[in-house]
């Protein structure tokens, strides 16, 4: 399947719910907005003022810009949040290759404001927040150990049973959201989940200042974990095939190399692989040193045969790498130490969804926003 998705725009798709008079109604009423739905009858005052949203829906083979999807409502202890702005991520584009079987709305990298708490800490309502996208079943070993991410049962938003956030309006756990300062913009602190990921290296391997670290992937996520381990005052090289990526490194200071100038002797003492193709694990082996330590950071659909036998010779550890914490990423960002705004590539209306895509899968581009604000 080719890079660039197709989009097909329905403005009256979507089923009719038990409360469609409703939204006809409200529809007539606001027909500039139509989807912000407030109906003057007293009996439309008793319903949910949400029924209705713009979202951008995978139905397994394309995207469809959807005009009156269903919105969510929150259960207990969760809120109703509006999106402000999400990014796409590579997650988001190996979703279109079939990346988890994934049907539904997609994204998982979001800033948006609380509209609604049910349960306690109503006080969230109007705070801009962003959310972690793991939602264990709240019972099991790994959830109550605290690490939700690999909870048997849990699902993921955007990416597992659970619509994202290319969409008006997402539910989340009051205890997944953390608010955001005031000081940061939406741009800036959109991308607190994938610095949280690219943070989760630190937590996982240690990394001696003395050892020499090389970053595989010039993307969005390998220059986030090039930002992190140069900030942290690690030796890191970052590796790639773009210039126009890599000069984004070499402008934030990190040292950097064409992925064709790396020579095939073993130098470094841990390596990340963040190429987001399946070949990259292959020329980890080939870079690191033995006893060293390869992070796997790319989640691809593309399935590969590997012969392992190198990194039994060399003994070199293997840690795959996920999702990781939110504080030290919101503390990066609020403090300046680390700055994302060079990697944003281009904000798109999310009207404009299927441009954003398609610059997304361009070769050159690092991250792209969608911008919800224009909707209303
Ligand atoms: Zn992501
Ligand atoms: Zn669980």
Redesign the pocket.
């Known amino acids: 399947m080719s890079n660039h998705p197709t989009i097909i725009i329905h403005y009256h798709m979507g089923s009719a719910d038990e409360n469609s008079f409703f939204v006809h109604r409200g529809r007539s009423l606001r027909p500039a907005l139509g989807l912000r739905l407030f109906c003057c009858s007293p009996l439309a005052s008793m319903l949910t003022y949400l029924r209705e949203m713009k979202a951008l829906f995978f139905d397994g083979l394309m995207f469809h810009l959807i005009d009156n999807y269903k919105a969510p409502s929150p259960r207990e202890n969760e809120a109703l949040i509006r999106v402000l702005m999400a990014g796409i991520c590579g997650t988001d584009m190996e979703i279109m290759k079939g990346y988890k079987g994934f049907k539904g709305v997609p994204g998982h990298e979001f800033v948006g404001v609380v509209e609604k708490v049910i349960g306690r800490y109503s006080n969230l309502v109007g705070k801009r927040v962003v959310g972690e996208i793991n939602l264990?079943?709240?019972?099991?070993?790994?959830?109550?150990r605290g690490i939700?991410k690999h909870?048997?049962?849990?699902i993921a938003l955007g990416i597992a049973g659970k619509d994202g956030v290319f969409a008006e309006y997402v539910t989340l756990p009051l205890k997944n959201l953390w608010e955001v300062p005031d000081r940061l913009s939406d741009e800036e602190v959109v991308f607190t989940e994938p610095l949280a990921a690219a943070f989760e290296v630190m937590e996982q391997v240690h990394v001696k200042p003395t050892g020499k670290v090389l970053v595989l992937g010039d993307g969005k996520l390998g220059l986030l974990v090039a930002l992190v381990l140069s900030r942290s005052g690690s030796n890191v090289t970052v590796a790639g095939k773009h210039d126009a990526k890599l000069d984004i490194a070499r402008q934030q200071k990190i040292r950097t190399k064409r992925a064709d100038e790396l020579s095939k002797r073993k130098a470094y003492e841990i390596v990340i692989e963040a190429t987001g193709s399946a070949e990259g694990l292959d020329l980890a082996l080939d870079l690191v040193k033995p006893q060293g330590t390869i992070v796997l950071k790319s989640t691809i659909a593309e399935e590969k045969e590997l012969n392992l036998t190198r990194a039994v010779i060399d003994e070199v550890t293997i840690v795959g790498s996920r999702c990781g914490p939110f504080p030290p990423a919101l503390a990066a960002l609020a403090s300046g130490r680390i700055d994302v705004r060079p990697l944003i590539s281009a904000v798109y209306p999310f009207n404009e969804a299927m441009k954003a895509f398609e610059r997304a899968g361009e070769k050159d581009t690092v991250k792209v926003l969608l911008d919800f604000k224009a909707l209303r």
């Open positions: 264990g079943c709240g019972a099991c070993e790994f959830c109550l939700e909870c048997l049962e849990r």
